[in-house]
């Protein structure tokens, strides 16, 4: 439940990343610790992913505010954004194989 709603709403933020930025981008994948104190958020992006990732980064505040919000928690994971390298590698496979 927490892994889907921090996608949700990490891919909201996602869209609001300027084009000129990055081309666009999207959220591969959650990981959530099982303690709830870590949440991995994989990004993908056409070009720079890394710009994608640093854009979510400054904003992780707010995106925990709003998990907070709708969980009505008050403990909310770390937010750590990271360039989803398996989009990366199938491409380059896919590339091999053609």
């Known amino acids: 439940m927490v892994a889907?709603?921090?996608?949700?709403?990490?891919?909201?933020?996602?869209?609001?990343?300027?084009?000129?930025?990055?081309?666009?981008v999207?959220?591969?994948?959650v990981q959530v610790s099982s303690d709830l104190s870590v949440a991995?958020?994989?990004?993908s992006a056409?070009?720079?992913p890394e710009k994608a990732c640093a854009f979510l980064a400054?904003?992780?505040?707010?995106?925990r505010?709003?998990?907070a919000a709708e969980l009505h928690a008050h403990h909310v994971p770390v937010l750590r954004f990271l360039v989803d390298e398996r989009t990366e590698k199938g491409n380059r496979l896919d590339e091999l194989l053609k």
């Open 40 to 43: 991995k958020i994989y990004i």
């Open 65 to 67: 505010a709003l998990i």
């Open 4 to 24: 889907s709603l921090i996608r949700t709403l990490a891919g909201g933020l996602a869209r609001e990343i300027p084009m000129k930025e990055c081309s666009i």
């Open 46 to 48: 056409l070009e720079q």
């Open 58 to 63: 400054k904003r992780k505040g707010e995106l």
């Open 26 to 29: 999207s959220v591969t994948d």
